[in-house]
């Protein structure tokens, strides 16, 4: 299922937030909770999850922004899980990140061509000035022009500032871009721009991309592959045409009914799980749905199911349907 | 059927910008309206006004506007405004609650305020409000804070309260951005079962087209400060009239069937840019000569009404 070519690969990685919840007692968080899966190169991995799944978690560790509580992270072959100091720095250059909201990730006081060339001036120790050339060639082919350089963000639509962002992920040529919700701030028509882009750049490169993202009409189209999130568990993955013509597990079928449809003959399922999502500190010791699932039983409550493949590649974590 | 809620030119202006050209819609009784458009198109402004919530710097004017048959003069009718027989459901419900008082207090309040009630009284009824958006233990909620309770739940207290005056019309401005799918799911079902069983109308603004599908009877399209599509929502999602809100839709309902995301070329206008006389006309593939120098007229198709020279009717969009 991996093998050695994998841009990303990712074995029982867990992280445990202690979380203090009186003066003398703390309890543990377990925000990533054995979670492996791995990304080929030119692929795109989708995960998928509420609030508080644990996909911003899963990012930051992976970026070594955080250290991990257990388990481990390849990236090309290297594991990274520890690495520290000037290792670390220039293993940064391949591996980069395109967030939410395009203006919070720009600094304000910096203009576009210095944000785009700060990755080659940091990772790859080049001078602003051997940065010009390309900066002005990256711009381009996110669809901005050279003369963006010299902009700052608050001059810049929406769209524009997203395409700035791509661009500072894209300069040193990455194997992997961590998408956070890359577009769920945009309006359709610059949505539908910028997952266009997005894709031909991946063509273009053979990126692996990981995709956070709540919104599945655009996860239907960009992902090849797909894992869904319940409180720091992966509950399924699979390729993502299979899980999103035959999800299995009830929290994916769950999210894939109450999504609505831009369609008004469709019917929305609105009411599917019960109750509210508890907080990941109060969660059964088996199931993590235990409690929210319309078809749970005994064994649910105590008992973890692991995730079990039930067709090539296509594995659930559910006592009901394995 | 007469409307409930008619407008006609409302017109906003911020320090000399034009941020609204002349809305025209109507919301009808026992409906649910739809508002959507990109950003910046004018949707929470339009609600403002109608709410009294302009910012101070605002100016307004109208032709025509009426509330059940009476003249309305929004910004200045502050007892219908104000929460009485017209309720607010915000978009950021956590924020809109005030953090430091218990969420009991803040109906209870807002039931003295704006019905009379003793405290005594206030209390059995904000109680009721509780049970009727659905909270199965009303007396929990009551005594907690707004920061001890989730995102959808904060969206069900501010549900509650904007029932409290017992209102005609509840607007929703993106009640449900920000929250999660399933959650999403369960507070849109919630709105259109209150909207009913009060006997009110409802207008729902969002950006979202499949929120507008799922919940809405008929759905208002503005672009650039205007309405300028507006009809049954099975009407504007078969065949909408005018080309914006057509290709909104068609780029909406394509991607959702796993198509190739399409874009709209050029980009959506902001308040004071220098405009052709349809504001859209620069970006249509349907624009003409005309499209640039005259006014587009206001056509009334099968229960549309859009304001267009060249409307995609069913001919028009077969040749
Ligand atoms: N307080 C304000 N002062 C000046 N201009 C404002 C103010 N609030 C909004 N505007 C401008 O008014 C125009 C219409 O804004 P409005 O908030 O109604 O758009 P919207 O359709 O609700 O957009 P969104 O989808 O982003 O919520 C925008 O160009 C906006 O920049
Ligand atoms: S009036 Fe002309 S430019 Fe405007 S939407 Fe209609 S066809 Fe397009
Ligand atoms: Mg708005």
């Not at chain 1, 720009?106 to 900066?135: C, F, K, Y």
């Amino acid at each position: 299922m991996t093998g050695p070519s994998d841009t990303l690969v990712l074995r029982d990685l867990t992280k445990i937030f202690r979380i203090k919840t009186g003066s003398f007692r703390h309890a543990d968080l377990r925000a990533v909770d054995d979670v492996s899966v791995s990304i080929t190169p030119g692929r795109t991995l989708a995960v998928v999850g509420e609030s508080g799944s644990g996909k911003t978690t899963l990012a930051r560790l992976i970026l070594r922004l955080i250290d991990p509580t257990g388990g481990s992270i390849r990236l090309e072959g290297t594991d990274i899980t520890r690495m520290k100091g000037a290792a670390l720095e220039d293993m940064r250059g391949r591996m980069q990140i395109v967030f939410q909201d395009p203006y919070d990730s720009l600094s304000p006081w910096q203009t576009v061509g210095r944000t785009v060339a700060e990755p080659l001036i940091l990772h790859e120790n080049m001078s602003m000035q051997d940065a010009t050339e390309p900066v002005a060639r990256m711009l381009e082919r996110v669809g901005l022009s050279p003369e963006h350089a010299r902009r700052y963000p608050h001059e810049l639509s929406g769209g524009q500032a997203q395409r700035v962002g791509i661009a500072r992920a894209m300069i040193t040529n990455p194997a992997l871009v961590v998408l956070d919700e890359p577009t769920s701030s945009l309006d359709m028509s610059v949505q539908s721009q910028i997952l266009l882009l997005l894709q031909s750049l991946q063509e273009e490169r053979n990126i692996s991309y990981l995709f956070i993202s709540h919104d599945l009409t655009v996860v239907r189209y960009i992902a090849h592959d797909l894992a869904v999130m319940y409180l720091g568990k992966v509950v399924e993955s699979g390729p993502a045409a299979e899980v999103f013509a035959s999800p299995r597990h009830p929290y994916t079928e769950a999210l894939l009914k109450a999504a609505p449809r831009p369609d008004p003959h469709y019917k929305t399922d609105h009411v599917h799980l019960l109750g509210e999502q508890p907080s990941a500190l109060d969660r059964a010791p088996g199931c993590p749905l235990y409690g929210r699932c319309p078809i749970a039983e005994d064994v649910c409550a105590d008992t973890p199911q692991e995730l079990v493949e039930i067709e090539a590649g296509h594995r659930v974590a559910c006592w009901k349907r394995t | 059927m007469s409307a409930l809620l008619e407008l006609h030119g409302l017109e906003v202006e911020i320090e000399g910008l034009p941020i609204l050209r002349g809305v025209d819609l109507e919301v009808r009784p026992g409906e649910i309206l739809g508002v959507v458009g990109e950003t910046g198109a004018g949707k929470s402004m339009t609600a403002r006004s109608i709410l009294d919530l302009l910012p101070a710097k605002a100016s307004l004017s109208f032709d025509t506007c009426t509330f059940a048959g009476e003249d309305f003069i929004p910004a200045r009718a502050r007892q219908l405004a104000r929460g009485h027989r017209i309720g607010f459901v915000p978009q950021r419900p956590r924020g809109s609650l005030n953090p430091v008082f218990r969420v009991g207090k803040q109906i209870v309040d807002t039931l003295r305020r704006l019905r009379g009630m003793a405290r005594r009284e206030a209390k059995e009824e904000a109680l009721n409000l509780l049970r009727s958006v659905r909270i199965t233990d009303p007396e929990r909620v009551y005594r907690s804070y707004p920061h001890e309770l989730s995102g959808g739940m904060c969206q069900r207290v501010c549900i509650a309260i904007a029932l409290a005056g017992e209102p005609e019309l509840i607007i929703a401005d993106e009640p449900t951005t920000g929250l999660d799918v399933t959650i999403q799911a369960e507070i849109l079902k919630l709105l259109g079962e209150v909207i009913a069983e009060h006997n009110a109308a409802g207008m729902l603004i969002t950006h979202d087209l499949g929120v507008v599908a799922d919940v809405c009877d008929r759905v208002a399209v503005m672009y650039a400060g205007r309405v300028i599509n507006l009809g049954t929502t099975l009407e504007i999602y078969r065949e909408a009239l005018h080309p914006y809100a057509n290709q909104l839709v068609s780029i909406a309902s394509s991607l959702d069937s796993g198509g190739t995301p399409r874009e709209i070329p050029g980009r959506v206008p902001n308040p004071g840019d220098e405009l052709a006389a349809c504001a859209f006309a620069p970006r249509c593939f349907r624009a003409e000569d005309d499209c640039f120098g005259e006014e587009p007229p206001l056509i009334h198709i099968e229960g549309q009404m859009a304001f267009c020279h060249h409307p995609l009717t069913s001919e028009a969009a077969s040749v």
